[in-house]
């Protein structure tokens, strides 16, 4: 049983610098461009028997792309889903942290994990409905491939790496449309671009 782990493609909000959140951002061109190749790059190397999506609107247009490709059906679970910004969606995230220092978990700490913006969630709620959604998949046979966020990708791979939130949340990246695979509690690649 393995997961693959597919961030979604860019977006004109990624090239731009901008938190999105929950908004319903399409894939830019480059972005479709990359779940194609990500699809095609799949077909080749690995037998996926599912795939499962954030059901927010980026993500789901890279599952669908990559379903065309290896024809799978796409299923779509909440729980996939980025973090809730929520007041700060579409703000840009270079100054972020300046401006909201309550956020910044390398400054704040444990605190920050907590600490959840108006109308969004904290870290730690992100990580409990994450962890719920990948203990799911993990227990289903085969390959399941899942279209997911950074953020989600970063806390079960630092997880699995033995590093706590703060660490996975603030040392970990991985470019769009990248994936990582898990067998296990083994991290068996990470951060693979195939349209590189």
């Known amino acids: ?7 979604h493609g860019e977006t004109r909000w ?7 959140g929950w908004a319903p951002v399409p894939l830019s ?4 461009e990359q779940a194609a190749q990500v699809g095609s790059a799949l077909v080749a190397d690995e037998d996926v028997d599912r795939i499962v999506s954030s059901d927010l609107r980026r993500t789901h247009e890279t599952a669908t792309v990559i ?11 909440s729980r996939l889903r980025e973090r809730d910004f929520g007041v700060f969606q579409g703000v840009a995230s270079a100054t972020f942290f300046e401006r909201h220092p309550a956020f910044d978990l390398l400054e704040a700490g444990e605190d920050a994990l ?26 289903r046979p085969g390959t399941t491939a899942v279209v997911t966020h950074v ?15 703060i660490r996975s949340l603030t040392e970990l990246s991985f470019e ?11 991290v068996v690649r990470e951060d693979d671009v195939p349209w590189a």
Do not use: H, K, Y
Request: net charge negative; hydrophobic share 40%; glycine share 8%.
């Open 1 to 7: 049983m393995s997961t693959l782990l597919i961030r």
């Open 14 to 20: 990624n090239a731009a610098g901008r938190i999105q």
């Open 29 to 32: 061109d480059r972005g479709r």
């Open 67 to 77: 379903a065309e490709a290896v024809g799978a059906d796409v299923e779509t679970d």
């Open 114 to 139: 907590a600490t959840a913006p108006e109308s969004g969630e904290s870290w730690l709620a992100v990580r409990e409905r994450v962890r719920a959604a990948a203990a799911d998949v993990a227990d």
């Open 151 to 165: 953020n989600p990708i970063r806390l079960l791979v630092g997880e699995r790496r033995g590093l706590d939130p």
């Open 176 to 186: 769009n449309c990248s994936v990582s695979e898990i067998t296990g509690d083994e």
